[in-house]
Nanobody, 124 residues
Framework: QVHLVESGGGMVQAGGSLRLSCAAS????????MGWFRQAPGKEREFVAA????????NYKESVKGRFTISRDNAKNTVYLQMNSLKPEDTAVYYC?????????????????WGQGTQVTVSS
């Protein structure tokens, strides 16, 4: 059974930083692309960032480019999201997701397994 467990969320002031982690088990992590998504109250879940199984290819939502960095450690079965220069509009529940395949697609429907999410709140 696949388990994805996010951690690292919290409350920060605008301009601050957070690093999210997602520990994966029950899957062949090194063969799976991984993604981060977020969902704000009253809004649909949206793509934030994704990384290929090898870590070579990454994709980002336009509004987070230059501020967020996705990375992975295949030896630790963990994917990270470093978030800098946070803005109030980044406030959301952040979800980790895994897909069986190497390509880091941006669509939520491409992902097979999801974590429970971690809350990120950015105050102005």
């Amino acid at each position: 059974q696949v388990h994805l467990v996010e951690s690292g969320g919290g409350m920060v002031q605008a301009g601050g930083s957070l690093r999210l982690s997602c520990a994966a088990s029950g899957l062949t992590f090194k063969s799976d692309a991984m993604g981060w998504f977020r969902q704000a109250p009253g809004k649909e879940r949206e793509f934030v960032a994704a990384i290929s199984s090898t870590g070579i290819t990454t994709n980002y939502k336009e509004s987070v480019k230059g501020r967020f960095t996705i990375s992975r450690d295949n030896a630790k079965n963990t994917v990270y999201l470093q978030m800098n220069s946070l803005k109030p509009e980044d406030t959301a529940v952040y979800y980790c997701a895994a897909r069986r395949g190497t390509v880091p697609y941006v669509g939520t429907q491409r992902y097979d397994n999801w974590g429970q999410g971690t809350q990120v709140t950015v105050s102005s």
